[in-house]
Nanobody
């Protein structure tokens, strides 16, 4: 059974940085895509960034390009989201997700989810 446990959320002022972590367990993730999503009340969950476990390829939503970096540590089975130059509009619950996807990095269809971690950016 896949488990994804996020950590690293918190409160930060605009312009600041946070690093989110997603500890993954329960299987080997070769051939999986790992993604970060976020959701605010009343809005649909949106894709932020993704990484392919096998190829290390990455893909970002336009809102994340140039400010966020997704990476993974194979030894720790952990995926990170480094968020810099944070804006109040980045305030959301951030979720880690996984899906089996070969060598691709999809933005939808993820079927394994963590419990989420709150990120709050003040102006």
């Amino acid at each position: 059974q896949v488990q994804l446990i996020e950590s690293g959320g918190g409160f930060v002022q605009a312009g600041g940085s946070l690093r989110l972590s997603c500890a993954a367990s329960g299987r080997t993730f070769s051939g999986y895509a790992m993604g970060w999503f976020r959701q605010t009340p009343g809005k649909e969950r949106e894709f932020v960034a993704g990484i392919n476990w096998s190829t290390y390829g990455t893909y970002y939503a336009n809102s994340a390009k140039g400010r966020f970096t997704i990476s993974r540590d194979n030894a720790k089975n952990t995926v990170y989201l480094q968020m810099n130059s944070l804006k109040p509009e980045d305030t959301a619950v951030y979720y880690c997700a996984a899906r089996q996807m070969g060598l691709l990095i999809p933005t939808t269809g993820y079927d394994q989810w963590g419990q989420g971690t709150q990120v709050t950016v003040s102006s």
